[in-house]
């Protein structure tokens, strides 16, 4: 088991005497939410001075719309799991509680053994507001028994380079005339929040900036990599209209080449291959370089502290907040069986986690992730992602074009943009 440098146990060997019981809610279910109880029974049976109950709520707006209503009235939890792409909103909100620099370094928290990306992208304002557990980003899974009659395999049997997007398009079109199976398979019925991901990802490797100065500043290229992607669809190589758990399903039993989707799918392709039910063997590799580099969409799971108004934590409390956030953090290995990378680079470059398949595969993409942009509307379930849900499928379809999609898109998110930030 991988330790660290970080201090929680004598964080924990200086409480006064009684046990510090700790309040988490987290949105984490299914494998995650049942690695992170790992977690906690874990550090519960780990010492006797701090005791971790955690309750899991609905992923998503609910989850976020309960810790803000709950937290501005002082009825929030001790600690929450949250997205670190939702963190201008919540720490702007007021929403969390910074983390005092003292604090963090009683706990032993420092930056330098977190990956940078992920530790700039726990601070706002000037003030740290969480800590990062991991990094999710896209990737592109792949069907080594069709990917091998379609003759995109090298002679190693792994995925040949792609790069560019009409390498990949090629991919796509070799599995589907050569194999009769679909090329592609990814989320993109109305609801689809893949496109969006998919989307930011080529943008940012063109280099074309998202939002700036409060308006959005991307030009032609909005509507070009939507087209391109609309592509994929309209010429028949991935299905349209499919939901998640049929784009998974449809990957899972053999009918699709490809996959663009999550790391969080891992899990489930490990243990359908260890009890034989896979019917192939599969490969990721981190999304292609497309454009100017291999810019990729992620986000991160972290933890905070909510601010609950009128309810100000006592210092104990924040010190067992934190040798809980260290702990975790020190022992995040299993935490990376979910798919995830670790944010804790003791952990994340450890031999342990270099070696853990099929995690290797994938590993350097987190060199590339970028998150959303910082904005309060901005994040895992935020008003603009659900827009871009709303109208983005549409185009993939074929039943708005391109144009009219992003059209229809940019009028409704632009008034987000010109909105005040909330103060909670």
């Known amino acids: 088991m991988l330790v660290g440098a970080l201090g929680a146990p004598a964080l924990l060997r200086a409480q006064p005497r009684g046990q510090v019981t700790l309040r988490m809610w987290t949105l984490l279910s299914g494998g995650d939410g049942a690695r992170m109880r790992a977690l906690v029974d874990a550090f519960n049976a780990s010492q006797g001075g701090v005791r971790v109950v955690s309750t899991t709520l609905k992923w998503g707006e609910p989850f976020y719309t309960k810790l803000i209503t709950s937290a501005v009235v002082g009825e929030g939890p001790d600690v929450a799991t949250v ?16 983390i005092a620099a003292n604090e963090l370094a009683a706990a032993g928290l420092k930056g330098s053994d977190y990956f940078p990306r992920q530790w700039e992208k726990s601070r706002y304002a000037g003030n740290h507001y969480a800590i990062p557990l ?14 091998r009659r379609a003759g995109l395999l090298d002679a190693a049997g792994r995925l040949a380079p792609i790069v560019g997007y009409e390498a990949l398009t090629d991919a796509f079109r070799a599995v589907k005339e050569r194999t009769g199976k679909a090329g592609l398979a990814m989320e993109s019925g109305q609801g689809s929040y893949a496109i969006w991901r998919l989307w930011v990802s080529l943008l940012a490797q063109r280099k074309a900036p998202l939002i700036a100065n409060g308006h959005f500043a991307y030009g032609r290229a909005g509507v070009e990599e939507l087209a391109k992607v609309s592509a994929w669809f309209t010429r028949g190589y991935g299905p349209v209209g499919l939901d998640y758990p049929a784009s998974t ?33 599969y ?34 409390k924040v010190r067992a907040v934190l040798a809980f956030m260290a702990y975790v953090s020190r022992h995040s290995l299993g935490w990376a069986e979910g798919g995830h990378v670790p944010a804790y680079r003791p952990v994340a470059e450890s031999p342990e986690a270099r070696a853990l398949m099929p995690n290797a595969m994938y590993a350097q993409a987190a060199q590339n992730v970028v998150y959303d942009p910082d904005g309060w509307y901005m994040g895992a379930a935020g008003p603009v992602e659900a827009m871009a849900s709303k109208f983005m499928p549409g185009a993939l379809s074929g039943q708005l074009t391109p144009a009219e999609a992003m059209d229809m898109f940019e009028k409704e998110a632009l008034r987000l943009l010109r909105k005040k930030p909330p103060r909670y």
Do not use: C
């Open 83 to 98: 997205h670190l792409s939702r963190l201008p909103n919540l720490a702007g909100g007021g929403v969390l509680r910074p």
């Open 134 to 147: 991991d990094l999710h980003p896209l990737v592109l899974y792949y069907n080594k028994n069709l990917a």
């Open 249 to 281: 399903s449809q990957f899972m039993g053999g009918g699709a080449g490809f996959m663009i989707n999550g790391v969080w799918e891992v899990p489930e392709l490990v243990r359908t291959t260890e009890a034989g039910t896979l019917g192939f063997e």
């Open 283 to 316: 490969g990721i590799v981190p999304f292609p370089r497309l454009y100017q580099d291999a810019s990729v969409w992620t986000d991160s799971h972290a933890f905070a502290i909510p601010a609950n108004e009128g309810r100000p934590m006592a210092p104990e």
